[in-house]
T-cell receptor
Framework: DAKTTQPPSMDCAEGRAANLPCNHSTISGNEYVYWYRQIHSQGPQYIIHGLKNNETNEMASLIITEDRKSSTLILPHATLRDTAVYYCIVSSSNDYKLSFGAGTTVTVRA | DGGITQSPKYLFRKEGQNVTLSCEQNLNHDAMYWYRQDPGQGLRLIYYSQIVNDFQKGDIAEGYSVSREKKESFPLTVTSAQKNPTAFYLC?????????????FGEGSRLTVL
């Protein structure tokens, strides 16, 4: 079963930042937070992951709270091509059973 | 190029028939996974394999079978015992022990039972 909770859907205006929340209140000390996105009828694509510190790459930023019980994925300037389902999962390097929840359906509107 | 190849992309089957979906990776990854996705829903884990000749049931293994005879291959058989096999099937791989790396997914196989 998924160890994370995400809102089922959210809308975002094109050009604005999209902030996607994820709750993982039972996260263990050695578990990372991973984000993926799935554009319709394609395989999911990795976005970013982090353990404690905030992370940034060319796609997004990941903000993890100090208690690590929640995180936020930030798409700094959302485009129409960012419309997708976004999944947040937690796992450690020794955790092979990787379960996904339903994710958040993000719709970017012009 | 390195990646995961799933085939066929589309497959039609009559009720009562078994069908095997192929998944091949050339990433030298130890771990491989099969997920099922129904319309408007998330991914559900069917089976996973940590290493060659070993695999474990996921959350919805009933009606499915797998094998892992080679590191690069992890085929999934949808048997006649699977009551609602029509779905989108995704294969993924991950480097393995000690790695914090991400899952790499194939492009999926869409199975329709007629």
């Amino acid at each position: 079963d998924a160890k994370t909770t995400q809102p089922p859907s959210m809308d975002c205006a094109e050009g604005r930042a999209a902030n996607l929340p994820c709750n993982h209140s039972t996260i263990s000390g050695n578990e990372y937070v991973y984000w993926y996105r799935q554009i319709h009828s394609q395989g999911p694509q990795y976005i970013i992951h982090g353990l404690k510190n905030n992370e940034t790459n060319e796609m997004a930023s990941l903000i993890i709270t100090e208690d690590r019980k929640s995180s936020t994925l930030i798409l700094p300037h959302a485009t129409l091509r960012d419309t997708a389902v976004y999944y947040c999962i937690v796992s450690s390097s020794n955790d092979y059973k990787l379960s996904f929840g339903a994710g958040t359906t993000v719709t970017v509107r012009a | 190029d390195g990646g995961i190849t799933q085939s066929p992309k589309y497959l039609f089957r009559k009720e009562g028939q078994n069908v095997t979906l192929s998944c091949e990776q050339n990433l030298n990854h130890d771990a491989m996974y099969w997920y099922r996705q129904d319309p408007g829903q998330g991914l559900r884990l069917i089976y996973y394999s940590q290493i060659v000749n070993d695999f474990q049931k996921g959350d919805i293994a009933e009606g499915y079978s797998v094998s892992r005879e080679k590191k690069e291959s992890f085929p999934l058989t949808v048997t006649s015992a699977q009551k609602n096999p029509t779905a989108f099937y995704l294969c993924a791989s991950r480097l393995g022990t000690g790695d914090t790396g991400e899952l790499f997914f194939g492009e999926g196989s869409r199975l329709t039972v007629l």
